[in-house]
């Protein structure tokens, strides 16, 4: 059985950063596309960074330079880097896995099926 849980979110003001974690659990992540998306209040959950399982990483647009995306092998856990947090990243951020597709790896929210909880990041002074 699959088990994604992210955590590192919370508080946090304008210009700040966060990084959080996904820890996974009931496949291996070197073999996936995992994923990171987020889901504003009243939006549609969109995708931030892909990376697949040859380790390559895809930004949707925008998210290009104050997010990284990276992956612990051994830990088996996801990690997204946000630098210079602005009010407009407050969101639930969740992460997904999907085994199909070898390095077609999008940021499409709808290509995932397994997904974690959520963590909430509200950013705001």
């Known amino acids: 059985q699959v088990h994604m849980m992210e955590s590192g979110g919370g508080s946090a003001q304008p210009g700040g950063s966060l990084t959080l974690s996904c820890k996974v659990s009931g496949l291996n992540i070197r073999d996936y596309c995992m994923g990171w998306f987020r889901q504003a209040p009243g939006k549609e959950r969109e995708g931030v960074a892909t990376i697949d399982a040859g380790g390559r990483s895809t930004y949707a647009d925008s998210f290009e330079g104050r997010f990284t995306v990276s992956r612990d092998i051994v830990e088996n856990t996801l990690t997204l880097q946000i630098e210079a947090l602005q009010s407009e990243d407050t969101a639930i951020y969740y992460c997904?896995?999907?085994?199909?597709?070898?390095?077609?790896?999008?940021?499409?929210?709808?290509?995932?099926?397994?997904w974690g909880q959520g963590t909430q990041v509200t950013v705001s002074s």
């Open positions: 997904g896995a999907e085994g199909r597709g070898g390095s077609w790896c999008p940021p499409l929210a709808n290509w995932f099926t397994d």
